[in-house]
T-cell receptor
Framework: ETGVTQTPRHLVMGMTNKKSLKCEQHLGHNAMYWYKQSAKKPLELMFVYSLEERVENNSVPSRFSPECPNSSHLFLHLHTLQPEDSALYLC???????????????FGPGTRLLVL | AQSVAQPEDQVNVAEGNPLTVKCTYSVSGNPYLFWYVQYPNRGLQFLLKYITGDNLVKGSYGFEAEFNKSQTSFHLKKPSALVSDSALYFCAVRDSQKAAGNKLTFGGGTRVLVKP
């Protein structure tokens, strides 16, 4: 599980706050992902980065802003969130880029976010 | 479009008994299929995948899964369940056609409870 790390593990923020989630992968992969996991909902893919280029954005509200400065790091910047954004945010990485391929995705432990 | 169905929200099994978690899928082309397990307050851990070849795939922790193309199924199995196998299990599919991108579609999850 130390292949993909996420910080912080827990975050409580008000609706007017700005915060960032950080993900780092130590697996030498070249694609990274953000997922949202809410109670009683399927895992939702938010963003995909391949070779540091965003290749997918699944209609995510602009209050979520991803950043991928290099192939090992991925950020999710949060601002003016809503209570319904409270969820577990999972980062993942894989080899073979973000355009197809048979590689499995490897997940971090997640950041549990609570928006008050 | 690709989709995954896990028809059981929860599976209860006695320790030592066989465990089966069901998954069916729908893709346009040939599928890449994955199983993940999630323990409480943790991220998803990769268990096994089917890409091509032998329909019976063996993975971590004694789990295996059988790909059945005619039934579009990829059920997860373990011959003898352990209490420590109690967790949330996710099936996922990706269309092998490159045009489909790298979107991995997850099922809704099946909670497994193994009783001593």
């Amino acid at each position: 599980e130390t292949g993909v790390t996420q910080t912080p593990r827990h975050l409580v923020m008000g609706m007017t706050n700005k915060k960032s989630l950080k993900c780092e992968q130590h697996l030498g992969h070249n694609a990274m992902y953000w997922y949202k996991q809410s109670a009683k909902k399927p895992l939702e893919l938010m963003f995909v980065y391949s070779l540091e280029e965003r290749v997918e954005n699944n209609s995510v509200p602009s209050r979520f802003s991803p950043e991928c400065p290099n192939s090992s790091h991925l950020f999710l910047h949060l601002h003016t969130l809503q209570p319904e954004d409270s969820a577990l945010y999972l980062c993942a990485s894989s080899q073979g880029g973000g355009r197809g391929g048979s590689s499995a995705q490897y997940f971090g432990p997640g950041t549990r976010l609570l928006v008050l | 479009a690709q989709s995954v169905a896990q028809p059981e929200d929860q599976v209860n099994v006695a320790e030592g008994n066989p465990l089966t978690v069901k998954c069916t899928y729908s893709v346009s082309g040939n599928p890449y299929l994955f199983w993940y397990v999630q323990y409480p307050n943790r991220g998803l851990q990769f268990l096994l995948k089917y890409i091509t070849g032998d329909n019976l795939v063996k993975g971590s922790y004694g789990f295996e899964a059988e790909f059945n193309k005619s039934q579009t199924s990829f059920h997860l199995k373990k011959p003898s369940a352990l209490v420590s196998d109690s967790a949330l299990y996710f099936c996922a599919v990706r269309d092998s056609q490159k045009a489909a991108g790298n979107k991995l579609t997850f099922g809704g999850g099946t909670r497994v409870l193994v009783k001593p």
